[in-house]
């Protein structure tokens, strides 16, 4: 095993990588960053200044030996278990994957360590490095303008490509057509199992949305499939169950749109207005919440259903036996541990009002709680 002098990474620009081999969000985090990080390395005049260190919280030698060897880059050996502590304490490391960057030649603390390098990583990649304040300043600034500028036209389109795919194949729908009408982008894929739940329910809501609107020339509603799927074969299949557009498969568009609105996991669902800007990241669970009263999904629509939800919650117990949990559930709202989360009992995202069990944090939907009724004479 090589070995290499700590003295050797003075100067450099450092990343302590916090994580292990059993945590998926790790396993995939860990995949973006060997690909950046061989995308630095490869750059001559970024080569020597950066380096990365694997701090392990696997569960054993033979798990740490496995994923080690998927990371191009050096570890604190799994027996110093002294050192990992002691990194994990110093940097306050409540979670991971975690990537603290150090920035060489810096005596100002607060812009010394970064603390947040997983998010910068998976939102600005390599042009996120040297990571300084003033690197970070100027892509932050290029990001609002492009939201700023965001317009229909500039996110669906690519090259000579202005339209989409549509049914019956090999029907195409131009990206103007879609102008002042309330749009959905869907981030999914044929293997995706959350998917095979909710791309049902969406289809379904989807219908009824449009039923909705039949006769009103002023507004429409659209969605786009943004996909994530292996072959030709798969995403064919898989949209044919679809009634809306499609990016064409392996289209360059799909990464650039998962990359921009920063797709961390599918499904997802990103509603767009009729001025082409972002309304909500949250359509998933605002369609698991609301089904087809969602729409068109403005701040100002929602307010009015959760205001509606709070007053159904007035009705509800505030402490629940479900059938599916061993401990007593208790009815938190968003803001208390009921914000965004996933239910335990149908595995669908949900949003707001939550039976959350205070002991190990398991929360369902209020809907699906299963009530255990003790017979009072038992």
Known sequence: MTQVKVSELEGKVVGLYFSANWYSPCTKFTNLLVNVYQQLKECSNINLGFEIVFVSSDEDLNAFNTYR??????????????????????????????????????????????????????????????????????LRKKEKEKRDNQTLSSLLTHDARDVLSGHPSPKQVSVASLKGKTVGLYFSA????????????????????????EGKDDEDFEIVFVSSDHNQVDFT???????????????????????????????????????????TKQGRSLINLYKENAYPFTKTRIDILEKQMDEIAKGLPKTENHSGHRHELTLVPEGHGGGAFICCDCDEQGYGWAYQCLECGYEVHPKCVKPVRHDPEN
């Open 69 to 138: 060897s998927s990371m191009p880059w050096l570890a604190i050996p799994f027996s110093d278990l002294e050192t990992r502590r002691a990194l994990t304490q110093k940097f306050d490391v409540e979670g991971i994957p975690c990537l603290i960057v150090l920035l060489p030649n810096d005596d100002k603390l607060d812009t010394a360590v970064i603390k947040d390098g997983v998010e910068l990583v998976y939102r600005y990649g390599v042009q996120a490095f040297p990571f300084t304040k003033e690197r970070l300043d100027e």
């Open 190 to 213: 044929q293997w995706c199992n959350p998917a095979k739940k909710f791309t049902p329910r969406l289809i379904s809501v989807y219908k009824k949305i449009k039923q909705q609107l």
């Open 237 to 279: 299949t898989y949209f044919e169950t679809m009634p809306w557009l499609a990016i064409p498969f392996d289209d360059p568009t799909i990464k650039a749109l998962a990359k921009y609105f920063d797709i961390r996991g599918i499904p997802s669902l990103v509603i767009l207005g009729p001025d082409g800007k972002t309304v």
